[in-house]
């Protein structure tokens, strides 16, 4: 079980770094940190359950110009995190229905968190970025290398420690409420999965269609033919 | 012009992955733009005190789309070239062709990147985990549909930008990129099509009514919200699950 804690707050630090220092590849996207999780932990359907919920909000989360985007690698990893050191291998389905509602609400909650943590990352690589051309001008080629070494270490070391503190305190916060309330959670979820769900449809369906009706209508035939199929399928 | 061997180009592709690693608000991608370039510089100024000025001049302010960045990377380093050689732009008109080149690559990679292929790979990766719920298939299927292009266009893309010099940005481009955005919307109104079919039947099974009803009820709701930047899609997400807590804990107190 230990293994597993640090096998996650790493995950954090490696997240925080593939989120926007380091190739962004969508390492950091929160089904894919779900499932490295879930292998970790040996639960994969209650970690994609939660990770299928917050990835579903980051892909609406767009790091477009300057603006600083919510901090879904951190949360990704902090969200499935605590839903699996909560109800992981838990005896009855509500326990781990409640844990992933707990998850969820800690995904998000430390995705909203880390903007003012990685704007003062940004805030700190000003100085770098200072320190480094008078480095050049005075002759220092490697300085280059430095700050970017620097930099990669500061995002590494504050994704962990976010992911640390963040995991660790809304598990030690919820532990007793997932089991003393694990019956409304679990209500709550089996409520609350579908309409986040319907949600992100809605913001990803919108970046597609741009108010194109022929898209619209690819969408609805899409949806109808699919249900059709299922249905008939399922009937048979 | 001096020629830059593929090695080189291929070293400046590597380095771009961490043309973000510095990301400040003043300088945004500078600094990161002028240790991608390095491995040119040092190939076109033997003389020390002329690459380190350039190098210097290098790290002011850039940004653009952190993929398409690959292109503005060769053909800035085709201006070194022929600036080294005593036929290119001065440091000015070098500037210059920089922030076209950012602002430019930036509308099309934003559109492309941001825009549309990466809510297509998320929509697949949730369609596959929504039908594959304990298997690491949904991951794999995200990472590489976004990965694969975003680093093929990464590491070959200084070279082709290399080999045009800023003629890079002509219709062409422009062509291929809008009918890639294109495509890629049409793809992923199908993909949410039948997701959303699958999450009101999941194989074929309808799920209960009040489930079903909760899905449409997001939808909606998304569609209206989606039209304001502000509140943010997490803060509605927030806010409707704080509802639902109330909701919940009413429902069975009562009974």
Redesign the interface.
Same mark, same amino acid.
């Given at each position: 079980m230990n293994g597993a804690w640090v096998g996650t707050v790493l995950l954090g630090g490696v997240a925080a770094l593939d989120a926007t220092p380091v190739a962004q590849t969508l390492l950091s996207q929160p089904l894919v940190t779900a499932t490295v999780l879930g292998l970790m932990w040996g639960d994969l359907p209650t970690a994609l359950s939660v990770g299928v919920v917050l990835q579903i909000l980051a892909a609406s989360t767009l790091p477009v110009g300057s603006r600083t985007p919510e901090d879904y690698a951190t949360g990704g990893v902090v969200g499935t995190g605590v839903a699996l050191a909560l109800g992981a291998h838990a005896p009855f389905e509500y326990l781990r229905q409640s844990a992933m509602l707990v998850g969820t609400f800690a995904g998000m909650l430390t995705a909203v968190g880390g903007v003012p943590l990685i704007k003062w990352q940004r805030r700190r690589n000003e100085g770098l970025s200072h320190w480094c051309e008078q480095a050049l001008r005075a002759g220092d080629e490697r300085a280059l290398g430095r700050a970017h070494a620097a930099a990669v270490a500061l995002a590494f070391g504050v994704g962990v420690a976010y992911c640390a503190v963040a995991m660790g305190a809304v598990f030690l916060l919820t532990r007793g409420a997932v089991v003393q309330e694990s019956m409304r959670l679990a209500r709550a979820w089996e409520l609350l999965q579908p309409l986040w769900l319907g949600f992100g449809f809605a913001q990803l369906l919108h970046a597609f269609v741009q108010r194109r009706l022929t898209r619209a209508a690819v969408f609805g035939a899409s949806l109808v033919g699919a249900w059709l199929v299922l249905v008939m399928e399922w009937t048979r | 012009m001096t020629h830059l061997p593929g090695s080189t180009l291929l070293a400046m592709g590597w380095r771009a992955?961490?043309l973000?690693?510095?990301? =400040? /608000?003043?300088?945004?991608q500078?600094? *990161?733009w002028?240790?991608a370039l390095?491995p040119a510089l040092e190939r076109l100024y033997p003389d020390?005190?002329t690459?380190?000025?350039r $190098?210097?001049e290098h790290?002011a302010y850039f =940004?653009t789309q952190?993929?398409l960045a690959s292109l503005a990377l060769g053909a800035v380093a085709r201006l070194e070239a022929d600036r080294a050689a005593g036929t290119g732009p001065d440091a000015a008109g070098i500037a210059r062709i920089k922030s076209v080149l950012g602002s430019t690559l930036?509308a099309l990679g934003?559109r492309l990147f941001? /825009?549309?292929l990466?809510? /297509?790979?998320?929509?697949l *990766?949730?369609l596959v985990?929504?039908a594959r719920?304990?298997?690491?298939w949904?991951?794999v299927v $995200?990472?590489a549909t976004?990965?694969s292009v975003?680093?093929a266009v990464r590491l070959l893309g200084v070279g082709w930008g290399f080999a045009k010099g800023p003629a890079v940005l002509g219709g062409e481009l422009r062509n291929r990129l809008e009918a890639a955005v294109t495509v890629?919307?049409?793809a992923?109104?199908?993909?949410?099509?039948?997701?959303?079919?699958?999450?009101?039947?999941p194989?074929?099974?309808?799920?209960p009514v009040?489930?079903?009803s909760?899905?449409?009820? *997001?939808?909606? $709701?998304? $569609?209206l919200?989606?039209?304001r930047a502000r509140p943010?899609?997490?803060?509605?997400?927030?806010a409707?699950?704080v509802l639902?807590?109330i909701?919940?804990?009413q429902?069975?107190g009562r009974s």
């Amino acid at each position: 079980m230990n293994g597993a804690w640090v096998g996650t707050v790493l995950l954090g630090g490696v997240a925080a770094l593939d989120a926007t220092p380091v190739a962004q590849t969508l390492l950091s996207q929160p089904l894919v940190t779900a499932t490295v999780l879930g292998l970790m932990w040996g639960d994969l359907p209650t970690a994609l359950s939660v990770g299928v919920v917050l990835q579903i909000l980051a892909a609406s989360t767009l790091p477009v110009g300057s603006r600083t985007p919510e901090d879904y690698a951190t949360g990704g990893v902090v969200g499935t995190g605590v839903a699996l050191a909560l109800g992981a291998h838990a005896p009855f389905e509500y326990l781990r229905q409640s844990a992933m509602l707990v998850g969820t609400f800690a995904g998000m909650l430390t995705a909203v968190g880390g903007v003012p943590l990685i704007k003062w990352q940004r805030r700190r690589n000003e100085g770098l970025s200072h320190w480094c051309e008078q480095a050049l001008r005075a002759g220092d080629e490697r300085a280059l290398g430095r700050a970017h070494a620097a930099a990669v270490a500061l995002a590494f070391g504050v994704g962990v420690a976010y992911c640390a503190v963040a995991m660790g305190a809304v598990f030690l916060l919820t532990r007793g409420a997932v089991v003393q309330e694990s019956m409304r959670l679990a209500r709550a979820w089996e409520l609350l999965q579908p309409l986040w769900l319907g949600f992100g449809f809605a913001q990803l369906l919108h970046a597609f269609v741009q108010r194109r009706l022929t898209r619209a209508a690819v969408f609805g035939a899409s949806l109808v033919g699919a249900w059709l199929v299922l249905v008939m399928e399922w009937t048979r | 012009m001096t020629h830059l061997p593929g090695s080189t180009l291929l070293a400046m592709g590597w380095r771009a992955q961490l043309l973000q690693a510095t990301w =400040n /608000f003043e300088r945004q991608q500078g600094v *990161g733009w002028a240790y991608a370039l390095q491995p040119a510089l040092e190939r076109l100024y033997p003389d020390a005190a002329t690459r380190h000025e350039r $190098l210097a001049e290098h790290t002011a302010y850039f =940004n653009t789309q952190p993929t398409l960045a690959s292109l503005a990377l060769g053909a800035v380093a085709r201006l070194e070239a022929d600036r080294a050689a005593g036929t290119g732009p001065d440091a000015a008109g070098i500037a210059r062709i920089k922030s076209v080149l950012g602002s430019t690559l930036a509308a099309l990679g934003d559109r492309l990147f941001w /825009f549309s292929l990466r809510p /297509f790979a998320a929509a697949l *990766g949730v369609l596959v985990a929504l039908a594959r719920h304990d298997s690491p298939w949904p991951a794999v299927v $995200l990472w590489a549909t976004y990965a694969s292009v975003h680093q093929a266009v990464r590491l070959l893309g200084v070279g082709w930008g290399f080999a045009k010099g800023p003629a890079v940005l002509g219709g062409e481009l422009r062509n291929r990129l809008e009918a890639a955005v294109t495509v890629l919307a049409y793809a992923g109104c199908i993909v949410l099509g039948v997701a959303v079919a699958w999450s009101l039947a999941p194989g074929g099974e309808p799920r209960p009514v009040a489930l079903q009803s909760a899905l449409a009820a *997001g939808l909606g $709701l998304g $569609l209206l919200t989606a039209l304001r930047a502000r509140p943010s899609p997490t803060q509605w997400a927030l806010a409707l699950g704080v509802l639902g807590l109330i909701a919940a804990w009413q429902r069975l107190g009562r009974s």
